[in-house]
């Protein structure tokens, strides 16, 4: 049984993904899953600095983010090419991860799990949710940014009201750590009671 996590930038997913965790639930990051199948000496990496040229890589032979961010943003076919490429790894290799994690149920945390349709690989899925001022305070707390570029941020993301309607679960995370850790521990009981 998978079951997907997500919700805007500074909802508190990470937090709640720790809950999970410390309950002996297996968490796996769909960000760290796409960050590794692009990692140095990778065959994806490979067949990208084949079509884009080494310009793509830096000294060390790692993925120039930025540079590759641009050619994508400029050219639909490349887009296209890369997500064809990707997207069909990404999403093996977190099942591959995830099968890997202890019974009877894990956990794929993932920010952009509903834009991505990853819900398609989950069986219920926890929406982490907080009003947008909420984001920006917590956010502008934990990292080095102002409130606008943490509003960009939620501006680029699904709307509340749209996760809202997509998530089987929500948890309003407006109060405080203990009361998010008492509603996923809720959530915990509820997956193991229903899992096969
Ligand atoms: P996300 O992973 O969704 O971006 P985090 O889990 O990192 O969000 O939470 C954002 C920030 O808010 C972190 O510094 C975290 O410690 C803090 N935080 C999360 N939930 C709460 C809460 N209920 N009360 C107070 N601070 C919280």
């Not at 990496?45 to 032979?61: K, Q, V």
């Amino acid at each position: 049984m998978i079951v997907g996590l997500t919700g805007g930038i500074g909802s508190g997913k990470s937090a709640a993904s720790g809950v999970f965790e410390s309950l002996g639930v297996g968490c796996v990051d769909a960000d760290v899953v796409a960050r590794d199948v692009v990692a140095k000496g990778t065959p994806a990496l490979n067949a990208i600095a084949e079509r884009f040229g080494t310009t793509i890589l830096t000294s060390e032979g790692q993925l120039n983010r930025g540079f590759l961010r641009e050619r994508i943003f400029t050219s639909v076919a490349d887009k296209t090419w890369l997500e064809a490429l990707l997207h069909p790894l990404i999403r093996e290799q977190m099942l591959t991860q995830l099968q890997q994690q202890p019974p009877p149920y894990s956990v794929l945390v993932a920010p952009l799990l509903f834009e991505n349709n990853l819900d398609a690989l989950c069986d219920e899925t926890v929406l982490i949710d907080v009003p947008e001022s909420v984001q920006r305070q917590r956010v502008t707390q934990r990292d080095s940014v102002d409130e606008a570029q943490v509003q960009r941020i939620i501006d680029s993301q699904m709307s509340r009201a749209d996760k809202q309607a997509r998530a089987t679960h929500c948890i309003e995370n407006t109060g405080t750590l203990e009361q998010l850790e008492s509603a996923i521990l809720a959530l915990h009981r509820h997956f193991v009671a229903k899992s096969p």
